[in-house]
């Protein structure tokens, strides 16, 4: 892995954490955790949930079953041949806000971005069991080093922002709401106004 | 009067997109390394590291610094004593479409209402000025539209002078929270009018980090401004600790006796820039 030649310390202390999630891992994670995401995870932005959420409204069949699995928000760079990716940090998530509830209703787990998300997702993920977490952003050069295999699912004429399968290997995340009710990022903001 | 065929222009500035995608000058280098040192939250420190790991990867391996290249915003300063053969505005928009596609970098830019991609990140947003002399200055800054999204506008009144200045900056950074990838790089424009007051707070992010304004109450101004946001706000990433900005640049012009135009136009950590002059 070659992230590990740069933090060797950082990256051990990480939780490594198998995605899609096993059974009851989702309840030990708590916000403001870093972790570490191996295995497979779905890709998509802007224009990728447009599509999404008028396929559900119209009673259509999804391109993908969305079921336990984590949803990546990010629209890398091409990939320069023998790459498997271009460039690809976390894009900030709060315009996916008016698309996720549906996908939540679905049955997805995760959401992965930047930044915060709105009072009505984070409601609709506490009812979901579902988290959120957010990865580095403007690490896109350093990030597509955790990714080992890029897969083209759907919306191909949607270019940046077709949907992609990614096959990751320690991704760096930080758990920002967790099953639990708890947000990050507003705990950071408590301690400042408190101190 | 100087000839410079539009060629060379569209040669310099396909030049400039894609190295400013993966090479970050060494004013953001500098002061990513220097916030780094001076940060107080473990974490934000680890993630500063992993930002200053991810621009030599960028570097070294000619990966972009971040997949949003941006859409490339061009400043073209033509000293008066130049003529272009060829048609400038096309040269320049050709430069920076070979550009995106040779250098695979991510097109982003589309139609405003039916958001489909043009495919080829053009056009460009170019700003035209006129200056003395025979040469042609061009800057290319691709912005990433996570900080500009979190960029705001407003007209005061100038009752509320310099704190009420404070306080929109202030409070347009706070806002942003951790959407645009701080540490940010706070573009201020003081007067003029609604739209020379965007510009100029543009303009001010390509002002080098480390370089105060010339003059001295603005400089003052800049300072103030970076301590408030850095003792408030959410640090590297929303994550905490003293890191909020790195730097505040003010760029003021005069305006009409009754308005305090103030804009403020966020620029991510990832502040590429690129400049060269023919």
């Known amino acids: ?195 | 009067m100087r000839e410079i065929d539009a060629v060379n222009i569209t040669t310099a500035v396909k030049k400039l997109a894609i190295e400013a995608a993966t090479d970050l000058e060494p004013d953001i280098l500098d002061a990513l390394v220097a916030a780094r040192d001076r940060e107080t939250s473990e974490l934000a420190k680890n993630i500063l590291e992993l930002l200053i790991n991810n621009a030599d990867i960028a570097s070294r391996e000619k990966i972009p610094v971040c997949q949003d290249t941006g859409v490339g915003v061009v400043f073209v300063d033509i000293g008066q004593e130049v003529h272009v053969t060829g048609n400038l505005y096309d040269a320049i928009q050709e430069g920076v479409r070979a550009g995106y596609q040779e250098g695979y970098l991510r097109k982003s830019v589309c139609d405003p209402l039916l958001r489909v991609n043009t495919a080829t990140n053009t056009p460009a947003i170019i700003h035209f000025d006129i200056v003395s002399g025979d040469d042609i200055k061009i800057s290319f800054l691709p912005k990433g539209c996570g900080s500009e999204n979190m960029s705001k506008l407003t007209m005061l009144p100038p009752s509320a002078g310099t704190a009420g200045v404070i306080g929109f900056v202030a409070d347009t950074v706070f806002a942003a929270g951790s959407n645009p990838c701080p540490p940010v790089i706070v573009g201020v424009g003081i007067g003029g009018t609604f739209e020379k007051a965007a510009f100029l707070a543009k303009r001010a992010l390509l002002r080098p980090l480390g370089i105060a304004s010339a003059r001295d109450d603005v400089a003052e101004l800049e300072k103030r401004l970076l301590s408030v946001i850095n003792e408030k706000g959410q640090g590297v990433h929303g994550f905490g600790g003293n890191n909020t900005a790195l730097a505040v640049h003010i760029e003021t012009y005069p305006t009409h006796i009754a308005s305090l135009p103030v804009a403020v136009n966020i620029q991510c950590h990832a502040h590429r820039h690129k400049e060269s002059t023919l």
Request: some cysteine.
């Open chain 1, 1 to 195: 892995m070659s992230l590990l030649r740069y933090r060797p310390d950082f990256f051990d202390s990480l939780k490594e954490v198998k995605v899609p999630f096993e059974e009851g891992v989702l309840e030990d994670l708590h916000a403001g955790q870093l972790v570490s995401l191996t295995g497979s995870l779905y890709t998509g932005r802007d224009q990728t949930h447009r599509r999404l959420c008028e396929l559900i409204e119209s009673g259509r069949d999804l391109p993908v079953d969305f079921h336990d699995q984590l949803l990546y928000y990010v629209g890398p760079s091409p990939a320069k041949p023998g790459q498997v990716i271009g460039a690809a940090g976390p894009t900030t998530s709060y315009r996916m806000d008016a698309y996720t509830p549906q996908l939540l209703d679905l049955g997805l787990k995760a959401t992965l971005g930047k930044g915060q998300r709105s009072e009505q997702v984070r409601e609709a993920m506490l009812k979901a069991g579902a988290v959120y977490l957010a990865s580095i952003g403007g690490a896109g050069a350093l990030l597509s080093k955790c990714i080992t295999q890029c897969d083209l699912v759907a919306f191909e004429d949607a270019g940046p922002e077709a949907l992609f399968r990614l096959e990751v290997e320690s991704f760096p995340a930080v758990v920002i709401n967790d099953i639990h009710g708890r947000d990050y990022y507003q705990i950071v903001r408590d301690k400042r106004k408190s101190a």
